[in-house]
């Protein structure tokens, strides 16, 4: 089962892209990923059918986005610990053009869910995206909410990127998505994928996914460029190692007709959460904001939970 989940760099490679994981190649029905290498100067098509996509650049910038009659220009960053980025996002039955106007090669990574509903064609600004300061003290982890369900509106597809300095841990306490619970019991039902880069090359982190019947237990060493897929059960904990600086990208959708992140921690680590009260946050986040990295020696972190 291990196999099927984690797909290591270049084994999802399709064609010159290189990750594409299809619902039908991972055994779902609503999420999938591509990443995309552009080359200055290139450019690439994208028909969405009836599928809704996020634009969001990973690596590089001016990223020209051309649909519905709409340019969407997208400044991007030189990495994802550089900034916060601004994104496009491309409703179903559209045709749309993708290109690298800047003078650096761009790593840009399209998450899509089925859409049942067509919205409109539009930019998120950097400046509008939601940064969070979850969990507190080797617990502390920055969310970037760019798609989340109370700051984007989208038929199904919900993102978040994570951002977890060295030595901390995040997806913590572990957390499932996968059961269709009654009302007031807070669990949505999910498909979760987790695509995962480091700051320094050669980098890696830890991530496990179990299930309480123990057909799926998995803890794995993730690399840059690595996506791990989560059909069902609790994830977590990710853990960046000392000397790595961990980001991870969540695409997650699922059959509801209302957007939802509603999840149930496991039971036998549920305390955790609790034990955050009072403790202060990691003062090395947030790394970055909308404006680019943030020197903590002349902002320090001054809030605690």
Sequence with gaps: MTDQLHRPAGSARDGADPLHIAPADAGWAHTGLRVVELA?????????????????????GGIVVEADRQLLELEGRADPFARVTDFAYLPRDCAARISNSGAQPARLALPYANARRRLEVRYGAAEDVPVELRGAGAATRQVNN?????????????????????????????????????AGEGQAVLEEIYYFELREAGGVGLHRTYTADGEIDATVEVGHGDAFLIPRGYHGPCVALPGYDLYYLNVLAGPSTERSLAFKDDPAHAWIRDSWAGQPLDPRLPLCDARGPIDHARHPQETAR
């Design 146 to 182: 760019f798609l989340h369900p109370d700051a984007f509106e989208t038929d199904r597809l919900t993102c978040v990127e994570l951002l977890t300095p060295q030595g901390n841990t995040s997806s913590y306490p572990p957390h499932k998505h996968d059961t269709d619970a009654p």
């Design 40 to 60: 200055p100067g290139e450019s690439r098509t994208l028909a969405t059918e009836a599928d809704e996509y996020a634009v969001l650049p990973l690596a590089g």
